[in-house]
T-cell receptor, first 115, second 112 residues
Framework: DTAVSQTPKYLVTQMGNDKSIKCEQN?????MYWYKQDSKKFLKIMFS?????LIINETVPNRFSPKSPDKAHLNLHINSLELGDSAVYFC?????WGQGISPLHFGNGTRLTVT | KQEVTQIPAALSVPEGENLVLNCSFTDSAIYNLQWFRQDPGKGLTSLLLIQSSQREQTSGRLNASLDKSSGRSTLYIAASQPGDSATYLC???????????FGSGTRLLVRP
């Protein structure tokens, strides 16, 4: 199936730990994103990569570090997890960046719970 | 700073009813406006994308309109079905930032 897939679906961990979320898209898209959806369901962009280059880096603590080994993959590593990091993290991709014509395709999300 | 607002926050209608979801945005300098559907525990599914030069887009029972000058969009759902129950989000892409800014969504329940 062509899709945006992210793993794991659920992640429960303790404060202070380091964890990673992986994302892969096989749609042939050039641009990938990480979004965070908080408890009030607000979706906010965190990062965007276009052809492996970082193009959007919102005001996110530097404990969050994205890595794009190739344009089909965008992983998110989080150091020293805090309670406030609990949220659902969505990966997304689009065909191109900055052209206003390509809709976003989302993964099913990773629900991170920090205890 | 772009802000996107969706009204109502929640809506419950009987099956078969036609309904309208509203979205407003504060900065009219947009590339496009997108409507998404989110089912519980799932990601977002793109429904319609309206480019800034367009006034509306249609897909099946869905019709989305865009009035850039007034900063408004509506999503019209005809003959609603229980399967339409989901949260509907609108988002605008800024024409200089290229960032997609989301509203908080309208939670729709279509009762059989």
């Amino acid at each position: 199936d062509t899709a945006v897939s992210q793993t794991p679906k659920y992640l429960v961990t303790q404060m202070g730990n380091d964890k990673s979320i992986k994302c892969e898209q096989n749609l042939g898209h050039d641009t990938m994103y990480w979004y965070k959806q908080d408890s009030k369901k607000f979706l906010k962009i965190m990062f965007s990569y276009n052809n492996k280059e970082l193009i959007i880096n919102e005001t996110v603590p530097n404990r969050f570090s994205p890595k794009s080994p190739d344009k089909a993959h965008l992983n998110l590593h989080i150091n020293s997890l805090e309670l406030g990091d609990s949220a659902v993290y969505f990966c997304a991709s689009s065909q191109a960046w900055g052209q206003g014509i390509s809709p976003l395709h989302f993964g099913n999300g990773t629900r991170l719970t920090v205890t | 700073k772009q802000e996107v607002t969706q009204i109502p926050a929640a809506l419950s209608v009987p099956e078969g009813e036609n309904l309208v979801l509203n979205c407003s945005f504060t900065d009219s300098a947009i590339y496009n406006l997108q409507w998404f559907r989110q089912d519980p525990g799932k990601g977002l599914t793109s429904l319609l994308l309206i480019q800034s030069s367009q006034r509306e887009q249609t897909s099946g029972r869905l019709n989305a309109s865009l009035d850039k000058s007034s900063g408004r969009s509506t999503l019209y759902i005809a003959a609603s079905q229980p399967g339409d129950s989901a949260t509907y989000l609108c988002a605008v892409e800024g024409d200089s930032s290229y960032k997609l800014i989301f509203g908080s969504g309208t939670r729709l329940l279509v009762r059989p």
